[in-house]
Each structure stands twice: as C-alpha cells, then as structure tokens.
Nanobody, 116 residues
Framework: QVQLVESGGGLVEPGGSLRLSCAAS????????MRWYRQAPGKGREFVAF????????SYGDSVAGRFTISRDNAKNTVYLQMNSLKRDDTAVYYC?????????WGQGTQVTVSS
C-alpha cells in the first residue's frame, strides 16, 4: 500500500533551519507530483510547497516563499523541504501529500516548533 513517512521535525530557535524529508513507497514516485502542507494549532491545513515529477517546477505558499525550498530525489523516492529563517509562525505539523491513481495520500506528519 502507499505510504508517506515524514521525518526531520523538531525544536528550533527563530532564525534557524530544518530539513524535512518524506519517504514514499507503494507508488511510482517519479510519476507523482509532491506537496507539503502544514497545520498550526487551531488553524486549517495550509499549502506550503509543490514540486513537479521531474523537479523542474516548484511553487510555494506566500508565507514561505523565499525561505523554504522543496526538492526531490527520485532515486530515493524522497521529497525534501529545506526551511530557513524560521519564524514562530512556522510552528505546525508538516505533512507531505501526493495523488496516486486518483487517490490523495497523506503522511502522519512531523512536528516543527520554532521557539526560543
């Protein structure tokens, strides 16, 4: 079955950096566009970033553009989210997402906490 497993979250001070990873299995990863979303306490799920199948196109939510970078390694079936200049407002559970054969799949999420 399809599985998406996020990792790399943790506690970081404002201005710091983290790199999230999402390992995919049970699908043809190179055929799947990938997305990152996040959900802060008491808020709805927010789009963070998108990357096309070959990695040649990406887009970002307004609140992270210029600070976050999405990338992928199709040989490792993994998508990454490099997060720089982190702010307290970036505190959230981060999820990766894809659509495979018309079904949307989500990982279990990884917690990112930005605090001093």
């Amino acid at each position: 079955q399809v599985q998406l497993v996020e990792s790399g979250g943790g506690l970081v001070e404002p201005g710091g950096s983290l790199r999230l990873s999402c390992a995919a299995s049970g699908l043809t990863f190179s055929n799947c566009a990938m997305r990152w979303y996040r959900q802060a306490p008491g808020k709805g799920r927010e789009f963070v970033a998108f990357i096309a199948t070959t990695g040649d196109a990406a887009s970002y939510g307004d609140s992270v553009a210029g600070r976050f970078t999405i990338s992928r390694d199709n040989a490792k079936n993994t998508v990454y989210l490099q997060m720089n200049s982190l702010k307290r407002d970036d505190t959230a559970v981060y999820y990766c997402n894809t659509i495979w054969r018309t079904t949307a799949y989500w990982g279990q999420g990884t917690q990112v906490t930005v605090s001093s």
